[in-house]
């Protein structure tokens, strides 16, 4: 079975950065999609990021250029460099993954979830 575990969140001001990382442990056959999702407290999870088993990284247009997802494939780990971080991007941040068989492209559904880090964004 898959675990993820978050670290990384704190908070900071805005214009600041951080790195959110995510430890992989345990195992699974296959692995379609590993991504980050947020969630304010009262809303539903937002979709952040995610790196496709056939290597495609896609983000969510609020992102804009300033969020960056990469994988540790020797450590299995995750990350999330968060630059320029705005009060609206305060959030709790979770890293998930999709354990099906199959390409990313054809499309990706999240059943492993980590419990999240929290952010943080001050003005």
């Known amino acids: 079975q898959l675990r993820l575990a978050e670290s990384g969140g704190d908070s900071v001001q805005s214009g600041g950065s951080l790195r959110l990382s995510c430890v992989v442990s345990g195992y699974t056959a296959s692995r379609r999609c590993i991504g980050w999702w947020r969630q304010v407290i009262g809303s539903a999870k937002e979709w952040v990021a995610r790196?496709?088993?056939?290597?495609?990284?896609t983000y969510a247009t609020f992102v804009k250029g300033r969020f960056t997802i990469s994988q540790d494939t020797a450590n299995d780990a995750l990350y999330l460099q968060m630059n320029n971080l705005q009060p609206e991007d305060s959030a709790a941040y979770y890293c998930a993954a999709d354990v099906r068989d199959g390409p990313s492209s054809g499309g990706c559904s999240y059943s492993v979830w980590g419990r999240g880090t929290w952010v943080t964004v001050s003005s």
């Open positions: 790196l496709g088993n056939d290597g495609t990284i």
